[in-house]
């Protein structure tokens, strides 16, 4: 696997195998990788000749700074780990490569996107994930991009950015890849202590309690159902809980006549901000 860490050497990098005919697959991350990545990795080595994982803890993304500095990076373990997976290419710049002296952030607008749940809890985020995943695909010039569902709005705005500014890139959604006990798969979960652990999986729980009354109660009452049900687990705190739109991800307040909804939440579990969905279909 080659490591690249400066942009001009990816950009030409990737010019000299496009120029070659080779299809390119980019899974974009932030690092301490776990299966979730990895499977987005190995998809993305079967459907295209090279693929590129980048390694890039985004600062503009966090609005939070204690977050940001905690973030765990595990760069030594991530590239064993990207070895295994028959990834072509570590792209692993520092912030000063990506972001310059003279950076000016680019402003994104999102619209109703953008106004709930994540974009409302954590102002700038978006506009900090759209200003990074703009910079890879200028950079990788991927045909192919791997996302993982677990941040269904970010699949969202991606998709949207692309759409916008006429990205010529497939973006490929892979199912939340889960811990035995129903958690899903987290980079910020190494930062859980063994209580926070043992708590973590209770919001998934929350969604699957949500989900087997979605037909039964209206949507208030499941909302009001799950803060009851997160506020009785010890050190777990309910950021917000939605019925949304899948693809809008507005709130759905009445699922009568609806096809499908996305549950979403995102909570604090000790010191970690967790976020967790699944997709419900309404009509089996
Ligand atoms: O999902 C993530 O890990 C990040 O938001 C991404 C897409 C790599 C952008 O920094």
New binding site residues.
Partial sequence: MEIIKQVHAIRERVQALRCSGKTIGLV???GALHQGHLQLLKASAQENDITVC?I?V?PT?FNNPDDYKLYPRTLGEDTALLEQVSCNILFAPDPEEVYPQQHTLLQFSFGALEAVMEGAHRPGHFNG?AT??SKLFHLVQPHRAY?GQK?LQ?VAIVRQLVQSLSFDVKLVCFPTVREEDGLAMSSRNKRLDAAQRRAAPHLYMALKKAEAQLQQRPVAAIKAGVAAYLGQVGGVELEYFEVADPATLQPVADVRGVREVALCLAAVVGPVRLIDNILVNLNG
């Fill in positions: 974009p991350t932030m980048s890039f985004n993304q994930v990074i995943v996302f941040d970010q």
